[in-house]
Nanobody, 115 residues
Framework: QVQLVESGGGLVQAGGSLRLSCTAS????????MGWYRQAPGKQRELVAS??????TNYADSVKGRFTLSRNNKNTVFLQMNSLKPEDTAVYYC??????????WGQGTQVTVSS
């Protein structure tokens, strides 16, 4: 019902920056929130940041002050990641949440931060 296309990610040294983007298509009018999750090897998937349709944002404590989630229109979000740390290394997944049709996920993009 909602399709998500991600871009960005890659390899960066500690202290560097990366920008992820995610564009939604399909029933975008039904999206209540969009955001990014990440999953490191051997760990559970965790919320990184999210933004509601009203513009309210929420961040994991571990990324506050370093990551910024923004939205240029109703269906594209950007995650600006600054001051990256090796512990930020993970596969990052875009998420779109709807009440009626549940959650949709992107294919995931690898972020690797070298020390």
């Amino acid at each position: 019902q909602v399709q998500l296309v991600e871009s960005g990610g890659g390899l960066v040294q500690a202290g560097g920056s990366l920008r992820l983007s995610c564009t939604a298509s399909g029933i975008i009018f039904a999206i209540n929130a969009m955001g990014w999750y990440r999953q490191a090897p051997g760990k559970q998937r965790e919320l990184v940041a999210s933004i509601t349709s009203g513009g309210s944002t929420n961040y994991a404590d571990s990324v506050k002050g370093r990551f910024t989630l923004s939205r240029n229109n109703k269906n594209t979000v950007f995650l600006q990641m600054n001051s990256l740390k090796p512990e930020d290394t993970a596969v990052y997944y875009c998420n779109a949440a709807t009440i009626r049709w549940g959650d949709s996920w992107g294919q995931g993009t690898q972020v690797t931060v070298s020390s």
